[in-house]
C-alpha cells in the first residue's frame, strides 16, 4: 500500500520560510517522479514543484521561481520543498505526489500523477 505523509506546514509570516517533508512508502521512491501542488480555498489544485526520479532536473511554477526549491533523498524515500519569502498568497493545502517512471521532464498535471498525501496547511499571514 502506497503512502505519501506530509509534514512542516504550519503558520508563518510574510516573509518567512518553511520546510515541507513528503515521506513515501509502500513503492519504489526512485523510480517516482515526485511534485508537490497547492490548493487554495475555492481554487484548483496547482502544480508548485516538480523533480524527476534521479533529482537531476527540476521545475517550477512561475510564481515560486526563486523563492522555493525542492530537493528529494532517494536513500530516505523523502522529497523536500524549502519554502522562502513566503507570501500570504502561497496561503494553500500543499500536497505531495508521486508519478511513476522515469522521464527527463518533470510532469506538471494534477490528473499525471499516480498518488497523492493527505496535505499539510500552510498559512502566511501579512
Same mark, same amino acid.
Given at each position: ?16 520560510s ?17 511534485? &508537490?501542488?497547492?490548493?487554495a ?8 514543484a516538480?523533480?524527476? &526520479? ?8 512561475d510564481s ?28 494553500a ?6 508519478a ?5 521532464r ?9 498518488? &497523492? ?9 501579512s
Open positions: 500500500q502506497v503512502q505519501l505523509v506530509e509534514s512542516g506546514g504550519g503558520l508563518v509570516q510574510a516573509g518567512g518553511l520546510r515541507l517533508s513528503c515521506a513515501a512508502s509502500g513503492l519504489t521512491f526512485s523510480m517516482y517522479e515526485l511534485g &508537490w501542488f497547492h490548493q480555498p475555492g481554487k484548483e489544485r496547482e502544480f508548485v516538480g523533480i524527476i &526520479w534521479s533529482g537531476s532536473s527540476t521545475y517550477y511554477a515560486v521561481k526563486g523563492r522555493f526549491t525542492i530537493t528529494r533523498d532517494n536513500a530516505k524515500n523523502t522529497v523536500y520543498l524549502q519554502m522562502n519569502g513566503l507570501k500570504p498568497e502561497d496561503t493545502v500543499y500536497y505531495c505526489a508521486a511513476l517512471g522515469r522521464l527527463t518533470v510532469r506538471v498535471g494534477v490528473d499525471e500523477y499516480d498518488y &497523492w498525501g493527505q496535505g499539510t496547511q500552510v498559512t502566511v499571514s
